[in-house]
């Protein structure tokens, strides 16, 4: 009996003991285990070493971004710890807790700036190793990586929110997306097209989803062509004509249709424009992007009507096109939306005209 009592008094300390989690990067195998609970304290420990930073000794009074060649030997472990993950529901999950991370990373000082600044390094260290290591990738694994950046597009949406769409955060992003040697980048040819294409295929549904919840949506509106930037740019001066293609028919067309959709004048007057083909009333597939989106700077509260939305997102696609870094031929393509999308301005011009 007394040994019995023995053993049950050590089981109730050792819950205790395991949660303190260790600021470590954890071993591949205890990431992609199969027991969630190994996973857990995996995750714990990583996010205890983001953290924690570069300042391992704790002497700064804010927070130190590991160095390059420190964030690239964590991600590549990370990269090749998703690769390991075998079973769907073991490669959802950590996929999930991955991109978690944006989110979950907390620096001593308590400074929000920090955190951000934390949690965008760590955005970057992910875009950089899915450019290194993407064409390692084979075909059966490929949807796995697609999976995992579906996550972290998701995720990156949620942290702009937090950051109540700050224009200094929604250009910290655009940064890393953009950027020589970015996954939308523009001048790299050595980057991968087909990145910069998944993105465009994803974004929309993930920052509809984004704006879906509540903790989003108590957030001030989306700055909707802020946070199409990389696209817009891409759009207009890739050399590659499929990537332009693939843009206008993933983000650009659909979005434009839904705006159109969405705002009754509108509807109103491309269904007389076209008598002959019989308009299908539907509801904008994005409504939560039409909803919950703004026109003018990052940060406002006040959301758009579509009927702004749309010629906004217009007019920075025309602006872009002027830009003298746009292909020539991509800004015939671009003037061409513009023409056939912004008839509504003339009638707009009218209206003030009689109001004077």
């Known amino acids: 009996m007394p040994s019995a009592t023995s053993r049950k008094g050590k089981s109730r300390a050792a819950p205790a003991e395991e949660t303190k989690p260790q600021a470590a990067m954890p071993l591949g195998k205890q990431l992609a285990h199969t027991d969630k609970k190994v996973r857990d304290r995996a995750i714990a420990g990583l996010i205890a070493f983001l953290s ?7 002497e700064s009074s804010s927070y130190v971004r590991l160095d390059d060649d420190e964030m690239a030997k964590l991600w590549k472990g990370l990269f090749y710890c998703f690769w390991m993950s075998d079973k769907p529901l073991v490669q959802q999950a950590l996929a999930a807790d991955l991109a978690e991370l944006l989110l979950q990373i907390k620096p ?15 955005l970057e260290g992910f875009w950089d190793a899915i450019v290194r290591e993407w064409a390692g990738i084979d075909r059966l694994r490929m949807d796995k990586y697609y999976l995992l950046m579906r996550k972290y597009v998701n995720a990156t949406f949620r942290l702009l929110a ?3 769409w700050e224009k200094n955060a929604v250009q ?24 910069s294409t998944h993105i465009a295929d994803i974004y929309l549904d993930e920052l509809n989803k984004a704006l879906a919840l509540p903790e989003v949506d108590s957030q001030p509106a989306c700055p909707l062509t802020a946070v199409l ?12 004509s499929t990537v332009h293609t693939r843009l206008m028919s993933s983000v650009f067309t659909p979005l434009l249709e839904n705006l159109t959709l969405a705002s009754p004048s509108l509807s109103l007057q491309q269904d007389a424009e076209r008598p002959t083909k019989k308009s299908k009333k539907e509801e904008p597939m994005f409504a939560h992007i039409v909803m919950h989106s703004c026109v003018g700077q990052e940060g406002q509260s006040d959301r758009s009507s579509a009927k702004e939305l749309k010629k906004g997102l ?43």
């Open 52 to 58: 924690q930073g570069g300042d391992t000794e704790g």
């Open 108 to 122: 001593k000082t308590a400074s929000s700036q920090d955190r951000f600044d934390a949690s965008v390094a760590f």
């Open 162 to 164: 937090r950051e109540k």
């Open 172 to 195: 910290a992003v655009n940064r890393i997306l953009t950027k020589n040697g970015g996954p939308m980048t523009w001048e790299d040819r050595r980057v991968p097209t087909s990145i």
């Open 229 to 240: 930037e990389p696209h817009i740019i891409l759009l207009t001066r890739t050399s590659t």
């Open 314 to 356: 217009l007019k920075r696609m025309f602006e872009a096109a002027a830009n003298e870094k746009a292909t020539e031929s991509n800004r015939r393509k671009v003037y061409q939306v513009w023409r056939e999308e912004d008839g509504d301005d003339d009638d707009d011009e009218e209206d003030e005209e009689d109001d004077e």
